[in-house]
């Protein structure tokens, strides 16, 4: 079984800052996907990265997926309480997807 | 939107009955999943299609069996439900352009006493 770990596990922060989330696993995925997940509703897609190195930005938000394809990082700038949510990373192995055990963030006004 | 609809939303029954779980989708989408998330654990493949009657055990199989008889249909049963099954369930779907690319239901709140 391919294994992501996600910390930290709980984030709260004020709004303004500036935050970092990781993903880390020991095995290499074809591509990572970052959702975002909020209470009562199924996740949902933020961003794919495919190749090792990448850096995608989506507004305030910039993901990258490591040299090596094994981890990856999204980084928010100036959190908003609109960012509040559960934030998922998971790695493609062929069409199956594993996920991360998540990271919930917290932005309080 | 996908179009993904489960059912039922919420279900409460008892330790040794059969549930039924429904996942319905109208984008035509190939592959079909069925997850489950627990505190703590994120989500954790249950089993996923590739095709109408073409089905694969994921991570967490065991007690748990699917079928997919319509493209649009993929059907989750508990043959006889356990306490550890208690869990949100959801049901995913993704046309076949991208692996990653999963649109989801809005999850199956299920209990068992």
């Known amino acids: 079984t391919q294994l992501l770990e996600q910390s930290p596990q709980f984030l709260s922060i004020q709004e303004g800052e500036n935050l970092t989330v990781y993903c880390n696993s020991s095995?290499?995925?074809?591509?990572l996907q970052w959702y975002r997940q909020e209470p009562g509703e199924g996740p949902v897609l933020l961003v794919t990265v495919v190749t090792g190195g990448e850096v995608k930005k989506l507004k305030r938000l910039t993901f990258q997926f490591g040299d090596a394809r094994k981890d990856s990082s999204l980084h928010i700038t100036a959190a908003q309480p609109g960012d509040t949510g559960l934030y998922l990373c998971a790695g493609a192995n062929g069409w199956q997807l594993t996920f991360g055990s998540g990271t919930q963030l917290t932005v309080l006004p | 939107d996908a179009g993904i609809t489960q059912s039922p939303r919420h279900k409460v029954t008892e330790t040794g009955t059969p549930v039924t779980l429904r996942c319905h989708q109208t984008?035509?989408?190939?592959?079909m999943y069925w997850y489950r998330q627990d505190p703590g654990h994120g989500l954790r493949l249950i089993h996923y299609?590739?095709?109408?009657?073409?089905?694969d055990k994921g991570e967490v199989s065991d007690g748990y069996s699917v079928s997919r008889s319509k493209t649009e249909d993929f059907l989750l049963t508990l043959e006889s439900a356990t306490s550890s099954q208690t869990s949100v369930y959801f049901c995913?779907?993704?046309?076949?352009?991208?692996?990653?690319?999963?649109?989801f239901g809005e999850g199956s709140r299920l209990t068992v006493l």
């Open positions: 984008e035509n989408h190939r592959y």
């Open positions: 995913a779907s993704n046309p076949g352009t991208s692996p990653g690319e999963l649109f």
């Open positions: 299609s590739y095709g109408v009657k073409d089905t």
């Open positions: 095995s290499v995925f074809s591509s």
